[in-house]
């Protein structure tokens, strides 16, 4: 059995008249991030961590922002198309952690149902899926409520018989 480990970062800026996307669900705010996608910076940096631990590299790579099919696409759609990749290799879930780093809107409501809504795509129990939030502590963009930022690790393995 081969296991491998993955960690994936996305940060995405603040603005108005975008809806607020994160962990594939709608939460209520006035300013969403602003990007290429729906900007879910959770599930992208999901995403690259699974990628990374495939060793395929990151989002931009299999998903460039230059090209229009991404416009403004569900990031739960690319998380579905690396699953995907990822059973295609044959890999497994084990788990993954994440963590999202904002100052507004307040998220600890929201995160049981980013974690369901993550580990549906991903095929898992939502106990393998772990949400949390961290303030910004009023520093820097994301202090000034400028932006949203989120890490994720991921554990993938692969049977032997794969």
Excluded at 83 to 96: D, L, Q, T
Excluded at 109 to 126: C, G, I, T
Excluded at 132 to 149: D, P
Aim: glycine fraction near 12%.
């Amino acid at each position: 059995m081969t296991m491998r480990v993955g960690c994936g970062y996305d940060i995405h800026p603040l603005g108005p008249g975008r809806k607020l996307i994160l962990g594939g669900i709608e939460v209520p705010h006035s300013k969403g991030l602003l990007g290429h996608s729906d900007s879910d910076a959770l599930v992208h940096a999901l995403c690259d961590a699974l990628l990374g631990a495939m060793g395929e590299g990151d989002l931009g790579r299999h998903y460039p922002s230059s090209d229009q099919r991404f416009k403004d696409i569900s990031s739960l759609k690319l998380l579905e198309d690396v699953v995907g990749k990822m059973r295609g290799k044959g890999y497994r879930v084990v788990n993954v952690d994440t963590v999202i780093i904002a100052q507004a809107p307040r998220l600890s409501s929201h995160l049981a149902a980013m974690q369901k809504q993550m580990a549906q795509v991903l095929e898992v129990d939502p106990d393998l899926v772990n949400v949390k939030v961290k303030s910004g502590e009023g520093i820097g963009m994301i202090g000034r409520e400028e932006g949203i930022a989120a890490q994720a690790v991921c554990l993938i393995e692969r049977s032997s018989t794969a």
